[in-house]
């Protein structure tokens, strides 16, 4: 290694500690003969360490990437990037030649030492996501099953895998006229990125859930490339809309699976502040849509002023771990002209050494399958021994304990109105037996299992477990559930107040009501606000609000739903009359959508005075949800046709009835009323992340899972 790569790390170990040739020959042998053997190979390095000195330098906990099994790695491996261009998810199940090629990737990285393989997923959006309307209506038919067929060879070759959700070419000029529209709308307007975040990502983010073999979630590759157009006019997108969709897809991840990891890959160092928590959440206003470590490139095209390899991490000021996502798989060699050249960095072999001792949390070559025509990217054949050094250096922060170990994950969840109790809980071993127990909170029924299995009994059972499991357990509130908290005001905690700048208005709680008082009138209703979030509601049920109320000057406000942070949009609402005397005020409000956690506004702006609140309460009317329950038989069959599907009952339904389309989480996609005493029905229109066809006539309710349909 030249010892230019040290000038600025003085506490490095010299050239002359690394091992002679002959010596590393010896090491590596060794190394390829005992690697699958974890516990041989820390006896066969701590053997070595004897011998071989200052190869391993305990670096502080912010220089690796924290799992969310609390196992703490230097990410060290390689991108595949794609099998098939922007076509290894959509529609199309994965080939067994794409699954062969991926396998041997993930066991040569293995195998060399490595733990992390890099895939880019959607790309350019020509095959996913799918879109109707302009708008993203879901992810292709085959991405689910082909991401986690990615992570079951993943497990078999004991390796982590960091799927790369969108990149810079979303807005290549050379994408047809329809796809770019359709591109450029998901990403630079609200309805567009709500529709990607609800339509497209919830529903793959939940399926493939906290998989111990998923790295986490990377936003974008380059994204820089849309504002400085790579391939596409400068200024596409702006570098405020791209900070914008980083935080509002992180935001989502991290709700939809709090402990699972999110990352995004900046073109360089030059740019990855872009993404610092604070410049994230000013552009997207979800603070919860942060980084959990932060990812940069280098090239020469980046300028040696912006290479790692001659700065330690701490040089640029970053506050969460780094990994170096993407740098040339060759040596540097200046006789050659190319913008992928490395230009201040020496061999390639020692590089991967050099970021884990000089503090960084990873590096991943680019890449596996060699670039053709680019002599710096030569791939797997001239990089894995850089992985090698760099696992014969520091063993301890790249091996993977735990997973693909024989052991497998149970992940569940449980809806709001309950609790899951888990027997055993944690890893469980190949063939062992887990027992899940729904527990329904007061007010609340358990309505089902989603997930990787359905069922209405409280009691799951799951026998010889032999694969990962992602379950949610799913309630309802009753009849007369009060679904508001707090409402008697008696603590303020779960009310929030909202006054727009330039309004002078404040809110008290004392003596059990809320008193808010305004000093200077807003035409905009929903610019003065009290509301509470966490509310859930179901489209097209009606709920009645219950409130007493009074006002210093008789006047009317306006109450409703929104969806809440980051889209808000509004889900449906009503109005009511507040006279100076204080009267008990009941609304019906029909929700237009569905959300396990709305939030419910009482929008006060239109008029100045105090006005008090007090005794909230939103309850379901009459028993519009009636629990599924097992029947002795079914009465209902189900049967796939184009774009839909057909229902038939074996007897005439007794009472009128209402057919709903639910996901797995319970919500309602779509519903149809039908007539008393039908037998059949077509249903032509399907709702995004259909699971569930659920048939509601007088006290019969049946269910039927998607999945299980002919």
Sequence with gaps: MDSHLYSNLKSMPAHSHFPSGRR?????????????????????????????????????????????????????????????????VGNTPLPASSLSRIGAAMKAVHDSGGNTLRIWLSTNGTNDPIYANGTVWGPGSSTIANIQAMLQ??????????????????????????????????????????????????????AIGNDPNLLGWEVFNEPEGMVDGWSSPAGTIS???????????????????????????????????????????????????????????YYGWNGTGNSPFTKSSATWNLDKPLVIGEYASSDWSPSTASSSKLQDAGKVDTLMTYLDQAGYAGGLGWQYQSDVGDPWMKGFSTFG???????????????????????????????????????????????????????????????GWTGDTTGIDTVLKI????KDWTILANFKPNSGTNLVKDGDFTA????????????????????????????????????????????PIDSGVTYILQFEASATVARSIAMGFSSGAPDWKYLGGGSAQIGTATKTIAVELVPTGS????????NLGGATGTLALDNVSLVKKGGVWVRPRKESSSKLSLRRVANGFVWTRSTPLPGEGALRLLDSQGRVLGQSKLAKGALTGIVSSLGVGLRFVVLQSGDESEVVAWANLP
Excluded: C
């Design 595 to 602: 959300s396990p956690a709305a939030v419910l506004q009482f």
């Design 153 to 206: 060879l993943a497990k078999a070759n004991k390796i982590l895998v960091l799927p790369v959700l969108l990149t810079h070419n979303w807005v290549d000029k050379s994408l047809s006229p329809s796809i770019l529209a359709n591109n450029k709308t998901m990403l630079t307007t609200d309805s567009g990125l709500s529709a990607y975040t609800k339509n497209y990502l919830t529903p793959v983010v939940s």
């Design 385 to 447: 021994h850089s992985l090698r050094q760099a696992f014969l250096a520091d063993s301890n922060s790249i091996l993977l304990d735990g997973t693909g170990n024989g052991t497998f994950s149970v992940s569940v969840g449980a809806g709001a109105g309950g609790t899951v109790q888990s027997n055993p809980v944690g890893r469980i071993d190949s063939g062992k037996t887990v027992i899940l127990k729904a527990i329904a909170t007061a007010g609340y029924a358990f309505t």
């Design 239 to 297: 570098k405020a809309q791209v900070q914008k969709a980083v935080n509002r897809i992180a935001g989502t991840i991290h709700r939809l699976v709090p402990k699972v990891l999110v990352s995004n890959g900046a073109a360089s160092l030059s740019t990855v502040n872009w993404y610092t928590d604070a410049n994230l959440v000013a552009a997207g206003g979800d603070t919860g849509g942060v980084l959990d470590f932060y990812m940069a490139h």
């Design 24 to 88: 590393l020959k010896n090491l590596e042998r060794l190394f390829l003969e005992r690697r699958k053997e974890s516990e041989l190979i820390k006896t066969l390095f701590a053997l070595a360490s004897l011998t071989i000195t200052s190869t391993s330098l305990a670096m502080p906990a912010g220089s690796r990437v924290t799992l969310p099994s609390g196992k703490k790695v230097f990410v060290s491996g390689m991108n595949l990037a794609w099998i098939s261009y922007a076509a290894d």
């Design 463 to 466: 026998a010889s477990v032999t």
């Design 492 to 535: 303020s905690t779960s009310w929030g107040f909202y006054a727009a700048v330039g309004n002078v208005a404040t809110s008290v709680y004392a003596g059990g009501k809320a008193s808010i008082q305004i000093g200077q009138q807003d035409d905009t209703t929903y610019h003065i606000q009290l509301s509470q979030s966490g509310v």
